[in-house]
């Protein structure tokens, strides 16, 4: 049986995950457990839980998605679930039907969880205020990335992964290259690196695609990404999102590339033992060196792998199901 949340079991049970600002310090904790119980339990074989037997999810994906969509069918799949992936062109949306009334009718149907991708900033927010109809079986609402503010479940795996690698966020030098003032997930980061205590984040990239609105004491900016990448831990790729420009704010991908593209002897001039993350899908040759994006040093895949298992454990999370529950279900 699955237990409902209700925020007098646990302080740090969140309802929705909508955005990175509203997660408290011990819910990160509970994530990041239950993240790396569930992925060395991948490791070792075992995907199946009875958990959520008694739980529906939903995938809404009003913009294209591999990683975040397939990972959550998969994840809630795996934790028992019944899942249903709402096929946008030939929702009931393209007869005029607003997201708040599907997403109303989609609680009527007693889904329990539902995931919503959408190009809209704060599409997720609003409709977690709106969405209040079923009181038989309130709806989880989780963003998985919306316009260009937020992307948290991509963050919470990027911060994941980083922390396979490094112990102490607090000492850590992260450069986030590329396009942050259209990036959800640049801005998601920035957020979650600033709560785990991360002293210096460099935004480097073109001054026109840098997101110099962001005002946090620990960020910089960069337009020469040899000096902004000098010392680095951790660089973080951002993706050129050409569906996100208003207009050419770079002149082509080959300038883009020779200016800002990682490559292997940039790297070794600035920063040679620094990891590399990319959260995908990858324009090859135009953010990073095809060659060096299959190298030891890029965790790209090792993001997928603990994108499964972060999405595992905010699901467990989100249905209050803490690490010893999910011990006694091994
Ligand atoms: N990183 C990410 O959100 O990838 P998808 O668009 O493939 O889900």
Redesign the pocket.
């Known amino acids: 049986m699955i237990q409902k949340t209700s925020p007098a079991q646990s302080t740090s049970v969140f309802n929705h995950l909508l955005d990175i600002t509203s997660l408290t310090d011990s819910a990160l904790t509970d994530l990041f457990k239950l993240a790396q119980f569930f992925l060395n339990q991948l490791q070792q074989g075992r995907k199946h839980y009875s958990i959520l037997q008694q739980a529906t999810l939903i995938n809404c994906f009003y913009e294209?998605?591999?990683?975040?969509?397939t990972s959550f069918e998969l994840a809630a799949k795996h934790l028992g679930a019944q899942v249903v992936n709402l096929h946008i062109p030939t929702s009931s949306v393209n007869k005029g039907e607003s997201i708040a009334d599907t997403l109303e009718t989609l609680s009527a149907l007693y889904t329990d969880l539902l995931v919503i991708r959408h190009s809209e900033n704060h599409i997720a927010h609003q409709l977690a205020e709106k969405i209040t109809y079923n009181p038989f079986c309130p709806m989880h609402i989780i963003n998985?990335?919306t316009g260009t503010q937020a992307?948290p479940t991509?963050a919470l795996l990027d911060a994941f992964t980083i922390k396979q690698h490094f112990n102490d966020f607090s000492s850590l030098r992260i450069a986030i290259i590329g396009d942050s003032l259209h990036s959800r997930?640049a801005r998601s980061n920035v957020e979650l690196l600033t709560q785990l205590g991360v002293s210096d984040i460099r935004l480097i990239g073109p001054d026109a695609l840098l997101a110099k609105d962001l005002a946090h004491a620990n960020l910089s900016f960069y337009t020469d990404l040899m000096t902004g990448l000098k010392d680095i831990d951790v660089i973080l790729l951002l993706r050129i999102q050409k569906e996100r420009m208003a207009q050419a704010l770079i002149p082509s991908e080959t300038d883009y590339f020779k200016t800002y593209g990682l490559t292997a002897e940039k790297l070794k001039k600035t920063s040679p033992k620094a990891v590399i993350l990319h959260?995908?899908?990858i324009n090859r040759n135009v953010e990073i060196d095809s060659d060096l994006a299959n190298s030891p040093q890029s965790l790209i895949l090792q993001q997928v792998s603990n994108g499964l298992a972060m999405r595992m454990a905010i699901m467990a999370h989100l249905m209050n199901i803490n690490e010893e529950t999910l011990k006694q279900n091994v």
């Open positions: 294209p998605s591999t990683r975040t969509c998985a990335g992307h991509q997930v959260p995908g899908p």
